[in-house]
């Protein structure tokens, strides 16, 4: 079974998490740009993170034959340092342009406040400039307001619901969203956020449309093969593996294949030795191409 | 003609209506508006997916050499390394600091559009220190647009830095026939590196890539090293065979009696054609 961790944070991940997430038969993931843990103090240090989600981490990712995208953005916590998060903003549509950005993103509220408005207004615009799908967290605190409040602010600026993913949902939540025409993106994250089991629940109420499932997993106590277990589960509780797929891999691509920078035949073409390649090809051949793109 | 018109051509023939538009577009944004370094940003960044990345050939004339036909960039590639010049004509910075602000702003198709076009937008090997920096990189794609089918490392980069690009590219895995101009950039030392490879790779029970006689001479290597090479010429791996062949073309010196034997005895059983026509050469071009 071919699995996709649309929402998981990479860089504070070891090898051994790849490994196992390879075997467990994730072939790609998602890693949207985020805060650090810590407050950052100037631009440069998002500079050096956006190159690092588009060039090493993606790196890393390919030597276990895992396929890396990101999104960028400026999360809502930073905005709240209003002259850097302005520094910030005048950055990001240099890397919008990137073709490994697949949405802007995550973005969102954190204590609802002004500049969280501002920065989220302002992205969203970005994104409709860019042409590329949004993924908005909702809020640990006062999750039901920052997900209705979430929803005005899509309505507001004018973006199309089918554009958009409301992360992080819960059994209140959910429901909330269910009208709107936004994907449902659900976090299994352990202790906060949602379980295995109460996901296949949501799965058998509310059916499979536009539902999505990721591990969220980050530098805190949480585990990147949550994707995989799910589906597992799914599976275990009659659930078939059309299913699997469609909620696992298929639902979360065909989102993010709406920045026209992913596309499902492209996760599911088989790897290929780079060197071996070119070995093969061109070593006794004497033809030119350089390692395949 | 000039590099940026004969890519331009090679673009307009090539691509899409729609693709070569959007591309003028932005070169003409690029020249005449007051923040060239903006637009091209986000130009470079968009040309893979507005432009395509199909295979382009075209005939460059790189660093004053004779023409030579290039089929290895990409529609991509091409318009990039355009897009560069562009900003290169109009922007008023130092070239070096230029090509360096592209290279640190660019995802990995964009900086490896950069190093494969390295010879179009330095010629001159201004921005040396910074080439030869870019090869410490750990990205295959990057490396292989430095070093493979690419004039500059030999033209330009120090003997330190050759031998070490060399090194890395089969460290890497890659074949080095790639790299241009490495007969003439041969070294005693390079022998030295590779042989010490060698032995490593066998101490650790492990093969050593076959290409790798390609940079090394047996004047310039150790007693015993000819009868290394002599096992390759026998071995069931057909591109041992291959490179052993051909490294010996290379070889200034006459063989020895035995090896000459091994190499006509071969050449009566080889079964692989490619094989057969390197022998071949290698038996007339040495009267054995
Ligand atoms: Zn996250």
Same mark, same amino acid.
């Given at each position: ?81 209003? /002259? ?31 500049? /969280? ?132 891999? /298929? ?43 | ?32 508006? $007051? ?8 130009? $470079? ?93 750990? $990205? ?18 120090? $003997? ?129």
């Amino acid at each position: 079974m071919n699995y996709f961790d649309p929402h998981i944070h990479m860089v504070s991940r070891t090898t051994d998490d790849y490994e196992n997430m390879a075997a467990a038969g994730i072939v790609g993931v998602v890693e949207p740009a985020f805060w650090q843990g810590q407050p950052r103090t100037n631009v440069g240090s998002f500079i050096d993170y956006y190159d690092l989600l588009l060039g090493w981490e993606r790196f890393r990712a390919s030597q276990f034959g895992i396929l890396h995208y990101c999104t960028m953005g400026l999360n809502p916590k930073e905005a709240n340092n209003r /002259e850097m998060a302005r520094d910030v903003l005048n950055i990001l549509p240099r890397y919008l342009a990137k073709d490994g950005v697949v949405a802007v993103g995550e973005i969102g509220y954190d204590d609802i406040t002004p500049a /969280e408005d501002e920065a989220l207004l302002a992205q969203m615009e970005m994104a409709k400039e860019f042409e590329l799908p949004v993924l908005i967290h909702t809020p640990h605190r006062d999750k039901v307001t920052g997900t209705k409040r979430t929803l005005d602010a899509i309505k507001d600026a004018g973006v199309a619901p089918e554009m958009v993913i409301v992360d992080h949902l819960n059994e209140l939540t959910l429901p909330l969203v269910l009208d709107s025409g936004v994907w449902r993106g659900h976090s299994i994250y352990p202790n906060t956020k949602m379980s295995e089991p109460r996901m296949v629940a949501l799965l058998q109420q509310y059916g499979t449309e536009r539902m999505v499932v990721n591990s969220a997993a980050d530098w805190g106590k949480s585990d990147p093969l949550k994707v995989p277990k799910v589906g597992q589960l799914m599976l275990d509780s009659g659930f078939s593996e059309e299913q699997v797929s469609k909620v696992l891999f /298929e639902n979360p691509i065909e989102f993010y294949a709406q920045s026209g920078r992913i596309n499902l035949a492209e996760v599911q073409r088989p790897k290929v030795d780079q060197t071996q390649q070119w070995q093969e090809n061109s070593a006794l051949r004497g033809q030119t191409p350089i390692v395949e793109k | 003609m000039n590099h940026y018109n004969r890519l331009y051509q090679a673009l307009a023939q090539q691509c899409s209506e729609a693709a070569i538009e959007w591309l003028k577009q932005a070169l003409n944004a690029i020249a005449s508006e $007051s923040d060239p370094t903006a637009k091209h940003q986000i130009a $470079s960044a968009m040309a893979k997916r507005k432009v395509g990345d199909q295979a382009v050939t075209l005939t460059l004339e790189l660093m004053g050499e004779e023409p030579r036909e290039i089929c290895h960039w990409s529609s991509a590639d091409c318009s990039r390394i355009l897009l560069n010049l562009a900003l290169i004509d109009t922007s008023d910075k130092p070239l070096t600091s230029l090509l360096s602000e592209i290279y640190a702003q660019g995802d990995e198709r964009e900086r490896a559009a950069l190093l494969m076009g390295i010879p179009v937008l330095d010629p001159d090997a201004q921005w040396l220190v910074e080439a030869e920096d870019c090869c410490r990189t750990n $990205s295959l794609l990057l490396f292989s647009a430095m070093v493979m089918h690419n004039p500059y490392p030999a033209r330009h980069f120090s $003997s330190r830095a050759f031998n070490q690009l060399v090194l890395k590219a089969l460290f890497l895995g890659l074949d080095i026939a790639h790299i241009e101009d490495l007969q003439a950039r041969y070294n005693s030392e390079l022998s030295v590196m590779c042989a010490d490879y060698i032995d490593e790779r066998m101490a650790a029970n492990r093969d050593y890539p076959a290409s790798i006689w390609l940079a090394m001479r047996l004047r310039d290597c150790r007693p015993g090293t000819a009868n290394l090479l002599a096992d390759c010429l026998t071995a069931q791996d057909v591109g041992k065979r291959y490179y052993a062949a051909l490294a010996l073309q290379h070889e200034p010196d006459e063989q020895t009696e035995a090896l000459q034997k091994i190499i006509k005895q071969q050449a009566e059983q080889e079964t692989d054609p490619e094989v057969q026509a390197a022998l071949t050469k290698l038996i007339e071009s040495k009267r054995l």
